[in-house]
C-alpha cells in the first residue's frame, strides 16, 4: 500500500466547496486503485479563520505542513479582509517559505469546452507555462517615501537572480523535454527592459545547451500575446517571469475556454518541502455557496499533484474520467452547462468507477 499524506487548505469562498469535491474524488480513486492510500487532514485557515484570530494561519503553520507529502489549496480572498493580506497572509508564505519557485499551468481544451477563438478545437491550443514563482516582479522589493504628501513615491523593483532564473529554465526545459513535442518558447521583454530581461535571455542560451534535443524560440511577451492568439498550435511549453506568467496565463486559460476549469501547481522540484495544488479561480464569493463552483480545476490539479508523488496511473485516470465527464456535457454554469458541483463530481467518481476509464 502506497500512502500520501495531504494537508487540505480550502480556505475562502468556493475553496472549501471544491476541495470537498476533489477529496471525494480522491477517495474515489483510492477505492478504485485499491493499492494507493490518501490520508487528507483539513485545515481551517483563511479569511474566518483570520476574523478570529487576527493571523491567516498560526505561527508554526510551516512548521505543521513540512511533514506533509503535499498540499492542496482552495482559494484565498474575502469581501472584506484587504487582498494584501490574504494573500501574504497564507499563500504566499507556503509558495515562499517552501521554494515552490516553479509555478506549472497547463492549459488545454477540454472535451465539450468550447474555445473563443474560431476553428479552434481539441488538440490546437495544448500548453504549460512555467511561471518563475519565487522573485522577478513579485519579488515584494519596494516602498514608499513621503507618504501622503505631494511628492510621494512608490517603488516596485524586479528582482532576478541568476540562481532563481536557472533553476527556473532548467526545470522549464527539463518538462519540455518530457513532452512530445520537445518545444520551448522562452518569454521576456529583453528589448525594453535591458538588465533583467537579457540576463534571462542569456541564460536560456546557456541552460539549452544541457538539452540538445529540445528545440526552443524567444518571444517578446506583447509579441506572445498575438502568436498565442492567432497560432496557438505553434506552441507547446512556455517559460516567463512571474508577473509576464501571470497574465499569459490568464490568456491562456480564457483562450481553452474557461478560468473556471484551469489548474496550478506550485512546485519545489528538489523536493525539500510539500509542493502545493490549488485551482487558478480564486475565491469567487459572488458564487460562493450557492452549489455551482466548477470542481475541474479542483480534479485537474489534484492529477498534477498525483503526478508529483509518482502516481500517473491514477492521475492519467482522474483526467481521463474528467474528460469523459465534459465530453458528456455534465457541465457547470460557467462553461455553458446546468450541473451543479455535486453533479459533475458524482459522474467524474462514477466515470472512475466505470471500466472504460
Ligand atoms: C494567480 C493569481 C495570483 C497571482 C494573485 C491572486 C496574486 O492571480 O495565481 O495567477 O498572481 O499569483
Ligand atoms: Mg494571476
Not at 485557515?45 to 512548521?63: C, Q, T
Not at 522589493?141 to 527556473?168: D, K, M, N, W
Not at 464569493?285 to 466548477?294: L, R
Not at 465534459?326 to 467518481?349: K, L, Y
Given at each position: 500500500?502506497?500512502?500520501y499524506s495531504?494537508?487540505?487548505?480550502?480556505?475562502?469562498?468556493?475553496?472549501?466547496?471544491?476541495i470537498?469535491?476533489?477529496?471525494?474524488?480522491?477517495?474515489?480513486?483510492?477505492?478504485?486503485?485499491?493499492?494507493v492510500?490518501?490520508n487528507?487532514?483539513t485545515?481551517?485557515?483563511?479569511?474566518?479563520y483570520?476574523?478570529k484570530?487576527?493571523?491567516?494561519?498560526?505561527?508554526?503553520?510551516?512548521?505543521?505542513?513540512?511533514?506533509?507529502?503535499?498540499?492542496y489549496?482552495?482559494?484565498?480572498?474575502?469581501?472584506?479582509?484587504?487582498?494584501?493580506?490574504?494573500?501574504?497572509?497564507?499563500?504566499?508564505?507556503?509558495?515562499?517559505?517552501?521554494?515552490?519557485?516553479?509555478?506549472v499551468?497547463?492549459?488545454?481544451?477540454?472535451p465539450?469546452?468550447?474555445?473563443?477563438?474560431?476553428?479552434?478545437?481539441?488538440?490546437?491550443?495544448?500548453w504549460?507555462?512555467?511561471?518563475?514563482?519565487?522573485?522577478?516582479?513579485?519579488?515584494?522589493c519596494?516602498?514608499?517615501?513621503?507618504?501622503?504628501?505631494?511628492?510621494?513615491?512608490?517603488?516596485?523593483?524586479?528582482?532576478?537572480?541568476?540562481?532563481?532564473?536557472?533553476?527556473?529554465?532548467?526545470?522549464?526545459?527539463?518538462l519540455?523535454?518530457?513532452?512530445?513535442?520537445?518545444?520551448?518558447?522562452?518569454?521576456?521583454?529583453?528589448?525594453?527592459?535591458?538588465?533583467?530581461?537579457?540576463m534571462?535571455?542569456?541564460?536560456?542560451?546557456?541552460v539549452?545547451?544541457?538539452?540538445?534535443?529540445?528545440?526552443?524560440?524567444?518571444?517578446?511577451?506583447?509579441?506572445?500575446?498575438?502568436?498565442?492568439?492567432?497560432?496557438p498550435q505553434?506552441?507547446?511549453t512556455?517559460?516567463?517571469?512571474?508577473?509576464?506568467?501571470?497574465i499569459?496565463?490568464d490568456?491562456?486559460?480564457?483562450?481553452?475556454?474557461?478560468?473556471?476549469?484551469?489548474?496550478?501547481a506550485?512546485i519545489n522540484?528538489e523536493?525539500?518541502f510539500?509542493s502545493?495544488f490549488?485551482?487558478?479561480?480564486?475565491?469567487?464569493?459572488d458564487?460562493?455557496?450557492?452549489?455551482i463552483?466548477?470542481?475541474?480545476?479542483s480534479?485537474?490539479?489534484?492529477?498534477?499533484?498525483?503526478?508529483?508523488l509518482g502516481?500517473?496511473?491514477?492521475?492519467?485516470?482522474?483526467?481521463?474520467?474528467?474528460?469523459?465527464?465534459t465530453?458528456?456535457?455534465?457541465?457547470?454554469?460557467?462553461?455553458?452547462?446546468?450541473?451543479?458541483?455535486q453533479?459533475?463530481?458524482?459522474?467524474v467518481?462514477?466515470?472512475?468507477h466505470s471500466s472504460?476509464?
Amino acid at each position: 500500500m502506497r500512502e500520501y499524506s495531504i494537508a487540505a487548505i480550502p480556505a475562502d469562498g468556493i475553496g472549501p466547496e471544491v476541495i470537498a469535491a476533489g477529496t471525494t474524488v480522491l477517495a474515489a480513486l483510492q477505492k478504485r486503485l485499491g493499492d494507493v492510500k490518501f490520508n487528507v487532514e483539513t485545515f481551517d485557515w483563511g479569511s474566518d479563520y483570520y476574523r478570529k484570530h487576527g493571523v491567516m494561519m498560526p505561527a508554526d503553520g510551516l512548521e505543521t505542513l513540512k511533514k506533509f507529502d503535499a498540499i492542496y489549496f482552495g482559494a484565498v480572498g474575502d469581501p472584506v479582509v484587504p487582498d494584501h493580506i490574504t494573500l501574504w497572509g497564507l499563500r504566499l508564505p507556503i509558495c515562499q517559505g517552501f521554494d515552490q519557485y516553479a509555478n506549472v499551468r497547463p492549459t488545454k481544451i477540454l472535451p465539450g469546452i468550447t474555445s473563443p477563438l474560431r476553428n479552434v478545437g481539441i488538440g490546437d491550443l495544448d500548453w504549460v507555462i512555467v511561471r518563475e514563482n519565487s522573485e522577478g516582479e513579485y519579488a515584494g522589493c519596494g516602498g514608499r517615501v513621503h507618504r501622503g504628501l505631494p511628492e510621494e513615491v512608490g517603488t516596485e523593483l524586479a528582482v532576478f537572480t541568476r540562481v532563481g532564473v536557472e533553476r527556473i529554465m532548467r526545470y522549464a526545459f527539463k518538462l519540455a523535454q518530457s513532452r512530445p513535442r520537445k518545444f520551448l518558447t522562452v518569454v521576456t521583454k529583453s528589448n525594453a527592459q535591458r538588465h533583467g530581461m537579457v540576463m534571462w535571455d542569456e541564460i536560456a542560451a546557456e541552460v539549452s545547451k544541457d538539452f540538445p534535443d529540445v528545440t526552443w524560440d524567444k518571444m517578446l511577451v506583447d509579441a506572445m500575446t498575438v502568436r498565442m492568439t492567432l497560432k496557438p498550435q505553434s506552441l507547446d511549453t512556455i517559460v516567463a517571469t512571474n508577473l509576464h506568467a501571470d497574465i499569459l496565463s490568464d490568456l491562456a486559460g480564457a483562450l481553452a475556454g474557461s478560468l473556471g476549469v484551469a489548474p496550478t501547481a506550485n512546485i519545489n522540484p528538489e523536493r525539500r518541502f510539500p509542493s502545493m495544488f490549488e485551482p487558478i479561480h480564486g475565491s469567487a464569493f459572488d458564487i460562493t455557496g450557492k452549489g455551482i463552483a466548477n470542481p475541474v480545476a479542483s480534479f485537474w490539479t489534484a492529477a498534477q499533484m498525483l503526478d508529483h508523488l509518482g502516481e500517473t496511473d491514477a492521475s492519467a485516470r482522474l483526467m481521463r474520467a474528467v474528460e469523459q465527464v465534459t465530453g458528456a456535457g455534465i457541465v457547470t454554469p460557467d462553461v455553458g452547462g446546468s450541473a451543479t458541483t455535486q453533479q459533475v463530481t458524482d459522474a467524474v467518481v462514477e466515470a472512475i468507477h466505470s471500466s472504460n476509464v
